[in-house]
C-alpha cells in the first residue's frame, strides 16, 4: 500500500490542537509491512504528561516499509521511532525544530529527530540520506538496538539546542548503539555492529559521533564531524567490570574532524582498526569551501535529495584530498578524500 503525495502538493497533518491529558501521541502508528509513505508533513504534535514519555510523528513496527521525503518538525514529539520490524529504509526525510517542553520539567530530552531500537531479529534497517537539526535531545538515537543498523549520508546538526541557542537535551549528533549504563534488559549475545558512513555531524551541544557506552565495535566510514563538544567520541563499556572504557573493536577509516577542542576522545587506538583519517592534525579553514553550518539546513533539491552545499567540502588542494585510505567506495584522484565528500 503506497499514500504518497500528489505533485506539487504537500499533505500537513497539524496535531497542535491534539492534547489528550496526559496520554502520549501517535501521528502515524504503522504495524503493517510492505507499506510506503511519502512526501507526507507532521507538524505541531503535543506532549500532554509530565512524567517519563515521548510523542512521535512516525512510529513503525511493520517490515519491509519505505519512509520517504517526511518533514517531522515544529512540535513536541520524536520524528521517526522504530522499535520494531525488519528491513526498513528511511530516506530523504527531514526532522527539525522539536523540543518537549512539558515532561520532566520541560529539558527536551526525549525528543530526538530519529529514533531506531530494533529487537532481537529485526534486521536490515537503513537511514539514508535524512537530516536531523534542532531537535532537543539527540538527532540520530540507536540506544538498546539489539540488531545493525545503517546509517547513509546523514546530517546532524545543532541538536540539543533551542533556535535561540539555549543548551537542552543530550545533544548528541549520532548517538550510536550502548545499552545503558546497567543493561538492566539484558544484552545480545552477538553485539549489534552498527555502520556509519559518509555522514556529517556539526555544532551539536554535546558529541558529534558518540558511541555511548557500546560494548563492541561499530564501522565508521567517511565521517566529517565539525564544531562539536567532541566530533568523535568512542566511549565502551565493560559490563563484566561495571564500568566504561576507551572504545574497543572499532573500524574507523577516512574520517575527518576540525573545529573542537576534542577531536577524538575515549578511543583505544591498539584495540581499534584505523586507517586514513584527520583528526584536526594541520588542518586551517582554508583547506574547507565552507564551514557555515547554516548551509546545511538549505531545502533539498526538486526530486527530495539532499541539497548541494560547499560545507566541509575539499578545496581543490585541500589536505584531505587524495589522503584517504583505499577501501571499496569508489573515488576520484590518486586516493579517496578524507571525509564524507569526494571532490569531483
Not at 27 to 32: D, S, T, Y
Not at 97 to 104: F, H, L
Not at 132 to 160: K, P, V, Y
Not at 252 to 262: K, T
Amino acid at each position: 500500500i503506497t499514500y504518497r503525495a500528489e505533485a506539487g502538493e504537500k499533505p500537513v497533518f497539524n496535531l497542535s490542537a491534539v492534547k489528550p491529558a496526559g496520554l502520549r501521541i501517535h501521528a502515524f502508528e504503522v504495524k503493517g509491512s510492505y507499506i510506503v509513505l511519502d512526501g507526507i508533513s507532521v507538524t505541531g504534535i503535543q506532549v500532554t504528561a509530565t512524567h517519563h514519555t515521548q510523542s512521535i510523528c512516525f512510529s513503525n513496527n511493520g517490515s519491509h516499509n519505505r519512509y520517504e521525503r517526511l518533514q517531522m518538525h515544529d512540535g513536541m514529539g520524536i520524528g521517526f521511532y522504530l522499535s520494531g520490524g525488519s528491513e526498513n529504509l528511511v530516506v530523504d526525510c527531514d526532522a527539525w525544530n522539536n523540543y518537549d517542553s512539558v515532561s520532566e520539567g520541560g529539558r527536551g530530552g526525549n525528543t530526538d529527530g530519529f529514533g531506531c531500537h530494533p529487537k532481537k531479529g529485526d534486521t536490515g534497517n537503513v537511514f539514508r540520506s535524512c537530516r536531523a537539526w534542532l531537535n532537543s535531545d539527540d538527532g540520530f538515537d540507536c540506544i538498546s538496538a539489539w540488531e545493525s543498523i545503517r546509517f547513509e549520508n546523514c546530517w546532524s546538526f545543532d541538536n540539543g539546542k533551542s533556535p535561540e541557542g539555549k543548551g537542552l537535551g543530550d545533544g548528541n549528533g549520532f548517538k550510536i548503539g550502548g545499552f545503558g549504563l546497567e543493561a538492566v534488559r539484558g544484552l545480545p549475545r552477538v553485539m549489534p555492529r552498527h555502520t556509519v558512513t559518509r555522514c556529517v555531524a556539526a555544532s551539536n551541544k554535546s558529541n558529534g559521533f558518540y558511541a555511548n557506552h557500546h560494548p563492541g565495535g561499530c564501522d565508521w566510514i567517511h565521517n566529517s564531524s565539525y564544531r562539536n563538544r567532541a566530533n568523535f567520541n568512542f566511549l565502551g563499556r565493560d559490563f563484566t567490570q561495571g564500568r566504561d572504557i576507551p572504545g574497543t573493536g572499532h573500524h574507523i577509516r577516512n574520517n575527518l574532524s576540525f573545529g573542537s577542542r576534542n577531536e577524538v576522545t575515549q578511543l583505544n587506538r591498539e584495540a581499534c582498526k584505523l586507517a586514513g583519517n584527520l583528526f584536526g592534525e594541520g588542518l586551517a579553514e582554508k583547506d574547507f569551501a565552507s564551514l557555515d553550518v547554516k548551509l546545511l539546513a538549505a531545502p533539498r533539491q526538486p526530486d527530495g535529495s539532499l541539497p548541494e552545499t560547499d560545507f566541509m567540502k575539499p578545496k581543490p588542494r585541500g589536505k584531505m584530498v587524495d589522503a584517504g585510505d583505499k577501501g571499496s567506495e569508489p573515488f576520484n584522484g590518486r586516493a579517496p578524500d578524507v571525509g564524507a565528500f569526494e571532490l569531483s
